[in-house]
């Protein structure tokens, strides 16, 4: 289950939000009082999910909402429903999920599950960009060993990667290790 923290200026706000969280089945649920505990507690270990009550004694909860923004975490911001608006304005670019107070259980559960799911599905497509630009860049070495031949052996482009191709097949490695190899000897 997701990792989520809690942030709310009173240890009533905290109970009742985890009393409502864990109801959604979630163990693992860290607490802090102030923003600055908090960041402590973001650069320390790893969260999903951020849960701030605004506002915090030390902050309105803003800046708290940008840190973990910045390290991907998933954003509910409770708000009071006089400055929803502005809230509204000021998180529109990081994405922060607002709920309005006062709370209501289902609709906050409702917010959780949906910020949860949204957390999934941007792994996923972290994962999928990661293996896409480690593609990428396989393909600029291997475009770099086959310049190579080209360049000093004569050969074609479709010899070139014909030839890459027969050596990976023959070596049992992948066609980057055999263009790093090529490189090897011809650049360096």
Known sequence: ????????????????????????????????????EAKQKLCIQDFDMILINTPLTDDSGLHLAELADAKGVGIILLVSSALIDKVQAATEEMGAFLVEKPLNPPLLIQAVRFVAAAQRRLAFLR???????????????????????????NMTEKAAHRYIEKQAMDTRADKRRVAERILKTYEY
């Open 1 to 36: 289950m997701e990792k989520i923290l809690i942030v709310s200026k009173t240890p009533k706000g905290i109970e009742q939000l985890a009393g409502i969280i864990s109801a959604y089945s979630c163990n693992d649920i860290s607490c802090a009082f102030t923003c600055c």
């Open 127 to 153: 994962q999928e960009n990661t293996k896409l630009a480690q593609k990428v860049e396989d393909l600029k070495v291997i475009d770099r060993a086959k310049c190579c031949l080209m360049q000093y052996l």
